[in-house]
């Protein structure tokens, strides 16, 4: 059995990808990540700030499996925690598996309720040409597999570390499958 654990946290105040690693990272319910640009209880990802500044945010924070970065660094790309935006790389969790609802209990106090998949944005590119499309897939069916990880909200906040344990839990009844927020 493999074990689940956070391998890294990261954060930053301002948007853009590239969020610097930190030793510990604290999340707050119902806003996300303290000191990161998407913190608040309202939409903080500037497209949808103009569109509707009072929606929910439901992006509150980014996970993303660190078996992305390890395919990744295979095709070339040179990766690592924190670099697509995401708030904590994860191992040992399939992520774009869960469903829509899932809860996330990281270490002793944290509760992330998984909502939807994020959407590959063309700052990816910026970073490293291609890397948007490689973080883009086709199933058998030829339908789009959103692979740079999944967004959540804070159901219960406290300090996130890297070596973190991580424990899923799905609801009950039918499985919503995972959509873009």
Do not use: W
């Not at 992305?68 to 070339?76: A, F, I, N, P, V």
């Not at 939807?116 to 086709?138: I, K, T, V």
Request: glycine share 12%.
């Amino acid at each position: 059995m493999t074990s689940s654990s956070v391998v890294a946290v990261s954060r930053k105040a301002t948007h853009g990808p590239d969020k610097p690693n930190c030793a510990v990272i604290r999340m707050v319910a119902g806003c996300g990540v303290e000191g990161d640009a998407h913190f608040g209880a309202t939409v903080k990802h500037r497209s949808r700030v103009a569109r509707d500044p009072t929606q929910p945010n439901l992006r509150q924070v980014h996970l993303i499996h660190a078996e992305l970065h390890d395919e990744l660094l295979e095709r070339g790309f040179q990766v690592r925690p924190g670099l697509m935006g995401e708030n904590i790389t994860t191992r040992g969790v399939d992520l774009l598996g869960l469903c829509r609802g899932a809860m996330l209990r990281i270490g002793p106090e944290v509760i992330v309720q998984v909502t939807g998949l994020r959407n590959p944005c063309y700052q990816l590119d910026e970073l490293q040409p291609g890397l948007m499309a490689a973080c883009l897939g086709r199933d058998s069916e030829g339908k789009p597999v959103r692979k740079a990880g999944v967004m959540g909200v804070i159901i219960n906040g406290g300090q996130v570390a890297a070596g973190d344990a991580i424990l899923v839990e799905l609801p009950g009844g039918p499985h919503e499958a995972l959509r873009p927020v």
